[in-house]
């Protein structure tokens, strides 16, 4: 018997494109191009990456197929959508608070990512003065201190992100950031090109090279598989509810699996050109490559200050940045404004202001942990190290492994079928098999050796 179709009460993409652009608008963004070189930088290079690659298809694409299909077949926010599912298919109703988690973890990440979207709004203005002509290592050490040092500096571009998140969150039609997206993401990939292309020239690349693709298993941590797992949710945007939400908004006829390897393969294509666009230049000056999250303002100016044109290219580098967080962050905080309006009544603008209004609370602790709460250590971590390790290592790993779970297990094959809508035949097989088993149990036993288990 075929299932009445339903629609979600917040809208449709226009099509399979349209979606496709707000998933990789959702995937790419700081997490690819500011987060991605410096974790790699701090765990060693090589293993480091092939490890998070191995994440990325083995659990990362499945978990995002699986999470598309809830979505899609929920219809409603995170929260509602888990509420319903369980109620259809006859489970505990405690898998709402998996929706609950989700919303939790958008929030907490949207607190902090905002904050360092502020410094690529900063960078965009320093590199159109002019203020990275001829500059070396040290000076561009000293610009990026000079930013994070200045609280009052970082909370104004916090603030000014923020408002751009809300504003665009609150008209609810995705079309104009959308639109702009569409062309200033290809833009961004250009300039990566072109900073590789910078590196192959200058004849650094070849170092970069090395320590991204020879693998020293020796350096591959317990820890900095954690890491790598927890990168390979977070720069996918899985494990809370961001691409669920953005699936429940898909059309009944658009192909999940096709979809989301497109998502996953332009995300891993411009992680790895952020990457050689880095490293080469990190190693040629005698930088560290665990510098830590002010790698890439430490780096890149340096490209930028030498090269023809740096002014215009460097400033564009940034305006493109921006963009790529903004069109990210719009679906951090997607699923806690949705559940605010289809549970609380909320118009969707006052649902922005009080999401907005808390994150930007948040976010004042992750400002200030650059500067006054520098030395302020729990578990040997500062606020914003803390924030993140808890989201990106924890909970959205969590997140995934229970939607690989519901997915496979709690959700009756039958149903997942009807709406993978792929056919019953190998390819279905596959993915029914990793969200099953290869998915949960990878999570659980990163976790393990995490926590000292395994050894
Ligand atoms: N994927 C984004 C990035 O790589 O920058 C960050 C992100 C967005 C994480 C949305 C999680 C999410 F739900």
């Known amino acids: 018997m075929a299932r009445k179709k339903r629609t979600s009460v917040h809208g449709q993409w226009s099509g399979r494109l349209a979606f496709i652009l707000a998933a990789t608008g959702s995937a790419v963004g700081l997490g690819n191009i500011w987060k991605f070189p410096y974790i790699t930088g701090e765990n060693g290079g090589g293993a480091f990456v092939l490890f998070y690659l191995l994440c990325v298809v083995s659990i990362g694409v499945p978990i995002m197929m699986a999470e598309v299909m809830l979505g899609r077949r929920g219809r409603a926010s995170p929260i509602n959508t888990m509420a319903r599912l369980a109620r259809e298919e006859h489970a505990h109703p ?42 070396d290592a040290e000076g561009a050490s000293r610009l ?16 000014i992100f923020m408002v751009m998140t809300m504003l665009v969150v609150a008209r609810g039609v995705r079309s104009g950031l959308e639109r702009a997206v569409s062309v200033l993401m290809p833009g961004l990939f250009l300039i990566l090109v072109l900073l590789v292309g910078y590196n192959i020239a200058q004849g650094d690349i070849v170092h970069g090279f090395h320590f991204l693709f020879d693998p020293d298993f020796s350096k591959l941590t317990p820890n900095a598989m954690l890491i790598a797992m927890g990168h390979s949710f977070f720069t996918l945007s899985l494990g809370m509810g961001a691409i669920m939400i953005y699936g429940s908004y898909l059309p009944d006829d658009v192909s999940i699996a096709r979809t989301s390897f497109m998502v996953a393969g332009a995300d891993t294509l411009v992680a ?3 990457g ?3 490293f080469p230049i990190v190693f040629a000056n005698g930088l560290e490559p665990g510098a830590g999250p002010g790698l890439i303002f430490q780096t890149l100016p340096i490209a930028f200050g030498r090269m023809a044109g740096g002014v215009v290219i460097g400033g564009l580098f940034f305006i493109m940045l921006v963009f790529a967080a903004w069109s990210s962050s719009i679906s951090l905080i997607e699923p806690a404004v949705a559940w605010l309006v289809e549970n609380h009544g909320m118009k969707r603008g006052k649902a922005c202001v009080v999401s907005g209004i808390a994150t930007w609370l948040v976010g004042i602790g992750t400002v ?9 250590k729990l578990f040997g971590k500062t606020f914003f190290d803390l924030l993140d390790y808890l989201t990106a290592n924890i909970m959205l790993p969590l997140g995934g492994a229970l939607i690989a779970i519901f997915a496979g297990w709690v959700m009756r094959r039958r149903s997942a079928l009807e709406e993978m809508n792929m056919g019953d035949g190998a390819a279905f097989e596959l993915w029914h098999f990793l969200v099953r088993f290869v998915a949960p149990t990878a999570v659980i036993l990163v976790f393990l050796s995490a926590i000292g288990v395994l050894g």
Do not use: C, K
């Not at 709402?96 to 965009?124: C, N």
């Not at 200030?368 to 302020?376: A, D, G, H, R, V």
């Open 368 to 376: 200030l942990s650059f500067n006054y709460w520098s030395e302020l």
């Open 276 to 278: 050689l666009a880095i």
């Open 144 to 159: 990026f201190t000079s930013l994070v040092q200045d609280p009052v500096d970082l909370l104004a571009w916090h603030t």
């Open 94 to 135: 405690a898998w709402r608070y998996l929706g609950w988690m989700g919303v939790l973890a958008g929030f907490l990440i949207l607190s902090y990512y905002s904050v360092i979207a502020g410094w690529a709004l900063a960078y965009i203005f320093r590199a159109m003065a002019g203020e990275f002509a001829a500059i």
């Open 272 to 274: 790895l050109l952020a």
